[in-house]
């Protein structure tokens, strides 16, 4: 079982940066077969953001390429999702996931969340 730890979020103007962390209180996320970040805004359906297999291949939902990337330090065991160019749009409680199986996909159900981490993003 894994037990992830959001941290990182707050308030930023458009434009700016933000760092997620996602740490793996049990469990080791250089192991899991795929991590992803997520994110819902309030009255909105949760969006999956980014996910990472465990051999490396990435993918970003379209309304974040080429602004957010997602990583891990297998030595720290955390996930991190490095948030540039941000947007009031982007406002939302933003999550770590993890699934042990195939397929690592953002519309595939993920065994495993945090609790969450919020971010704002003003105009």
């Known amino acids: 079982q894994v037990q992830l730890v959001e941290s990182g979020g707050g308030s930023v103007q458009a434009g700016g940066s933000l760092r997620l962390s996602c740490a793996a209180a049990?469990?080791?996320?250089?192991?899991?077969?795929?991590m992803g970040w997520f994110r819902q805004a309030p009255g909105k359906e949760r969006e999956g953001v980014a996910s990472?297999?465990?051999?490396?291949?990435?993918s970003y939902a379209n309304s974040v390429k080429g602004r957010f990337t997602i990583s891990q330090d297998n030595a720290k065991n955390t996930l991190y999702l490095q948030m540039n160019f941000l947007k009031p749009e982007d406002t939302a409680m933003y999550y770590c996931?993890?699934?042990?199986?195939?397929?690592?996909?953002?519309?595939?159900?993920?065994?495993?969340w945090g609790q969450g981490t919020q971010v704002t993003v003003s105009s």
């Open positions: 049990s469990g080791y996320i250089y192991s899991t077969y795929c």
């Open positions: 996931a993890a699934r042990r199986s195939s397929p690592c996909a953002l519309w595939a159900i993920f065994d495993y």
């Open positions: 990472r297999r465990n051999d490396g291949i990435i």
